[in-house]
């Protein structure tokens, strides 16, 4: 019963940078935008949470004042913002001003953002001229862990569901408010239109470049805090270079799992999650674990290979999905 | 009266598409963002390690083409361009195969397992040939089943081949666990054997003389044959190929038959041609960058020996600025980045002309002045009425 517990709370670690990446890319490709970009984006929200933490846990060593929750909590935060932003800010400008492929810009964005998270992770103390051996925000990856008061007290219930960082709530929470605001809203319809169809959208009035960047924009952020979520959170605060793996890849086979529903990515992200971490739990011989690290893939293929043949209208990709939009061209 | 005025001015920027562009006035365009694009790196790459810039240009030269260098370089080209080849027939058909990753490690560990099995007990020459059809043939299976799928019911490609990846991995990092009981994340040459015989006694002249043969091969498959007419038509429209009676369903699987195949090839030539060990990250990203250098070179053969080498030249050269300042070699990522975003951006500017509406701003001073106007009295009346 206690493994079985664990078992659970770490496959919602593990599920809770996935599920940032996948509300993030859910938010983009309803704008009719694959931004394959997203696990450049979720390295550089990242590192830039880390950099801002850097900071900070420096300055108040050198000062001599202790590390403040709430602060080690926001600068992080507004970095990883900030630094997501502007690289889904390049991506937006490229793909929907300048109209480049998709595909490729997104994948430029990968080679870059990875790049630079493993630079600046890797290089941070000698540029910075630092005396510290490596980079351990640990001070500061305890204020992200903060759990609730009453989690330690309630047993096996607390375990399940009040261990954790502030993070993983907001991932749950940022799926379900995407969900009501995509399906609910009107800004939610104009999105959907948009991603579905460019030019009715753009002859019904609504300003389809600016929903394409906001949406783009918005959902680049949001991935990005998956990446802050598993360095500050999940690693305790060290950067290991790769270390983030090929998350934000999982994070994309989501979202066509979930059938581009940011509700779904829940559940999706939390079988992803347990499926990453089932071969700890399975009392198999050494050799078979890779075998048993191949069923998250496998079963997003099967995934995908059943929507496509059951090939039911509600469950398709938004129509313009990867296509760049030029009002002037028939 | 002032806002609808407002509403029907014409905007500062106005974007249409050109028709033809001279391939002469696209180079300049290109090169001139190339240009722009070093400048940045260069600017960067100083500020990061704060050395001379033109100490810094002859490191990046001499990293790429230096003593011992330049034979090194050419066979890492070849071998990125071997993959790039690979991805191209079904880039032009437009059929997104981002498993060209999976693609070559499937060929390279088929290699691997042949090596192991069989280096003790065969003579080079069945050995090679062996190496060669078993690694075409896992290539090819690993590029076919996501084309079946795509081909029947519409599967997604660009998820399918990435999750292929995955897959190749994981099935390398069983072998690893099989073939080294040591735990070890290497299966390496002791175990592997000596794969392909070096030619005229010259490391790495086998392959870089097949990548050479293929590139040639291929342009003129795509260019002057019927099956590459086929990929191109299928590519521009599957309507326009079904109505003259092409069978779209065979051209994307024999495409993709192909495409596999190659990177299979690849896969060959990097782990029996060069390193003669393998491990799960062989093919070092190749099947992404190589999307890139197909993409820049215009899915054309020749055109992309000269977009391998540029990428090569700048990860080699940033490596070795990387060395020798001491910071990590991601650098070179980040430096590729930026160039290609300056490249892709570059396409804008060839495709599409912008007209700037310089009376936009004169007018828009009209209607500040009118819209001042108009306020004063409203707020006089305002007044009047406190």
Redesign the interface.
Known sequence: MTVLITFIQRAILQATPLLFGATGEIITEKSGN?N?GIPGIMYTGAISGVIGGFFYQNACQAAGYAVVPIIAVLIPLLCSLVGSLLVTL?YC??TIT????Q???G?????????????F???LI??TKSDVPYVALTKISLAFKKTLPFASKTGAFGTLFFSYGFLVYLSIILAIVAAIVLNKTRVGLHLRAVGENPATADAAGINVTKYKYFATAIGGMIAGLGGLFFVMDYSGGIWA?NGFG?RG?LA??IV?FALWKPNFAIPASFLFGGLYILYNYISAS??????L??SP??V??IA??LT??R?NREKQ?PASLGLSY?R??R | MNEQVKKTRDPFVR???RDGVTFGKACIVRAVCIAVALLLCAILTVL?TGQNPLVMFATVFKGAFGKGRGFVTLHEAALLLCVSLAVTPAFRMRF?N?GAEGQALIGGLATAVIMFLFHDRMSTFPLVLLMTVSAVVAGAIWGVLPAI?KAH????E???T???N??AI??V??FL??ADKS?SNVVSHSLLGDGIPNLFGVQYLFNIVVVALLTVVLYIYLQYSKHGYEIAVVGESENTARYVGINVRKVIIRTMILSGAICGLAGLLIVGGASHSIDSNIIK?RG??A??VS?LGKFNPLYMILTTFLLVFLARGADEVSTIC???S?????L???I??FI??S??FIH?QMHFNWSFFEREKNDEAGAFSAEKPAQTDEKEEA
């Open positions: 694959l394959l390049i400008f490229l300048l109209r480049a492929n595909n490729v810009t994948l430029a964005i990968t080679t870059f953002g990875t790049g630079l998270g493993n630079f992770g890797g290089s000698k540029i270079n090929d890849w994309i086979a066509i050494m050799a078979l674990i890779p075998i690290q191949m893939y496998v997003t293929l995908l290979v496509s043949i090939n990709p030029f002037e061209e | 974007i249409t598409k990061v997104w981002i799928f019911w519409g599967t997604n660009t998820l399918f990435l999750m292929m995955y897959i994981r099935l990092e069983w666990k099989i735990g990203g992404f960058t999307i890139m993409w001491g910071l990590n991601s650098f070179s990522d980040i590729t980045g930026i290609l975003f892709i951006g396409e804008f599409y």
